[in-house]
Each structure stands twice: as C-alpha cells, then as structure tokens.
C-alpha cells in the first residue's frame, strides 16, 4: 500500500510495469489495487468476529474446506498476518503474545 500511495502521489500518466502490457490509466488501477487490498483486509478483521485467532487459525478460517497445497498456505499465512498487523496497527484488532511465541489477534474491547 506504501509502494501504491508513492506510485499515486506521483501522478503519472503511463506506467511501463516489468511485465505486463502499459498501464496507460495507473491512477485507475493503483486506486482498484488500493481498494481490493482494504477489502481483503476488512474480510481478515471479520475473521476475528467468531473470537481471537493465531495467524494460522484465521488462515482456517479464511479458507476455511479448501485443500491448499503447503506453498499456497504459507503464501496466504504471510498474507493474513500482513493484514491482522495492519488491523492492528489502525486499532481495529489488538494482538496478544501468547506462550510458545505464537500470537493471537482479537477485535479491540
């Protein structure tokens, strides 16, 4: 989101991505890309609705019947702590050291 905001203050009017066709509208797709990642990160905090989760456990819960292949989960493991940190740090879920060194994330009291 940091690199999205850095790209959008710069207003630019054709972006030449490393792959890819040219993105000739970067402002349209850096706001669509800005607005899928608050929304994953919404559905990560509704997560914590059915109670407080270690990163594995809302990992579970977010694809919660889908047989995903270890490289998949540890892929969407990162993903949802990288979210549950951002909704920690906008103060919409509180993390909780737990012993054993894993985590757990609940909606603030």
Do not use: I
Request: avoid cysteine; hydrophobic fraction near 45%.
């Amino acid at each position: 989101l940091e690199a999205l905001a850095r790209l959008e203050a710069l207003s630019p009017r054709l972006v030449l991505p490393g792959h890819g066709e040219p993105l000739e509208d970067p402002l349209a797709r850096t706001a669509a890309l800005h607005a899928a990642a608050e929304g994953e990160t919404d559905a990560v905090a509704a997560l914590l609705e059915a109670g407080p989760a270690t990163a594995w456990e809302a990992v579970e819960r977010r694809y919660a019947g889908r047989d995903l292949p270890a490289s998949t989960r540890m892929l969407a493991l990162r993903e949802t702590r990288a979210h549950l940190d951002r909704l920690e740090r906008a103060g919409r879920a509180t993390r909780h050291a737990a012993p054993g060194g894993a985590d757990r994330f609940s909606r603030p009291r």
